[in-house]
């Protein structure tokens, strides 16, 4: 698997699309996928101020499952608060529970949307932990 160096990497993939995140810890890796699922969403030219905040918290069965459920939360107050996030801080991460502040701001005229995606799916959904930790997921679109 190829470790993406800026944190995340857009993979192809048939009628879906995938992505590659990593940092030197857990932490990160999870920060760089919300970034990258972000940065499909929407440009990243357009800057996206963190001006509404939000809690999250959510538990899984696994590390795979908590990815997962991460990825779907931020989903779900994009569709449901139509805000676009940008700051994404991870409080707590365990295997089993991941507790975070995340912040963005209303979609506006300015935001360029690139991509609607329905879920971060369990398909080839990975989670490596060596030197550093690699992600990957694909997002049904």
Request: glycine share 4%; hydrophobic share 45%.
């Amino acid at each position: 698997m190829k470790v993406p160096v800026s944190g995340f990497t857009i993979l192809d993939h048939t009628a879906d699309i995938g992505l590659l995140a990593s940092g030197p810890n857990l932490e990160e890796a999870f920060v760089n996928a919300a970034k990258g699922m972000f940065s499909i969403i929407a440009h990243v030219d357009t800057p996206v101020s963190p001006l509404q905040p939000f809690s999250i918290e959510v538990e899984a069965d696994s590390l795979a499952d908590l990815l997962i459920s991460w990825l779907n939360r931020l989903l779900y107050l994009y569709d449901t608060e139509k805000v676009l996030f940008s700051h994404f801080e991870i409080l707590e991460l365990k295997p089993t529970k991941l507790l975070a502040k995340v912040a963005g701001e209303p979609i506006q005229d300015k935001h360029k949307i690139n991509t609607y995606i329905k879920a971060a799916t369990y398909h080839d959904v990975q989670v490596i932990q060596n030197e550093h930790c690699t992600l990957r997921v694909i997002f049904d679109v």
